[in-house]
């Protein structure tokens, strides 16, 4: 008796604290659902995580071979590669994340915009703006990535200049972890 008097009190309670809902919003929000359908970004999320995976992979690959790693140390790093993946398609799916970006769309745009932006996605630009976008999605973050492996050296420089100065920081660390490797703050 004392629980279900405890748990009536807490629900009047929670029922009497006024909702701070902008008018419009509930239909704005579902305008947001709907321009995602038109959009097709539940794929888009798909396929930017199968793109990552590769994408990481492929670094990986590359730092292997770059740094001379054993094979044990190759197989740790996919497995390592492999958990951050499973991870981050769990905690960043669609579907963990959509009703936040709802609210986020439906506060951004009016109720209008909502409209237009449907009937764009739905038009014959809008699908080829869809059906497209991953490809050139693709293309940017290859050029993207070739731009960073040209400019690699250039970061490893700076990286073993900071290394070779000696700092206040890095002395007592050195002192109170004799065997560590000298790194800078940014390594």
Known sequence: MKRSTVTIAILALLLAIP????????????LAVRLFDA???????????????HMQASTINQILKQEGLSDNDAVQAAAAQERMSAML???????SIKDEYAAIYASTFTEKELR???????????????????????????????????IGPKIRQIAEE??????????????????????????
Do not use: H
């Not at 909702?19 to 579902?30: C, L, N, Q, S, T």
């Not at 398609?89 to 579907?95: A, T």
């Open 116 to 150: 237009d932006l449907i009937a764009f996605y739905k038009s014959p630009a809008g699908r080829a703006m869809t059906l497209k976008s991953p490809d050139l999605i693709a293309k940017g973050m290859e050029l993207v990535q070739q731009r960073v492996a040209a």
């Open 89 to 95: 398609e769990k905690e960043l799916s669609w579907d």
């Open 19 to 30: 909702f701070d809902v902008p008018a419009g919003e509930p239909e704005r929000i579902a």
């Open 162 to 187: 900071c290394n070779a100065k000696p700092s206040a920081t890095r002395r007592r660390s050195q002192t109170s972890f004799p065997g560590a490797r000298r790194r800078c703050a940014l390594c």
């Open 39 to 53: 959009m097709d970004i539940k794929r888009r999320f798909d396929d930017s995580f199968a793109m990552m995976r």
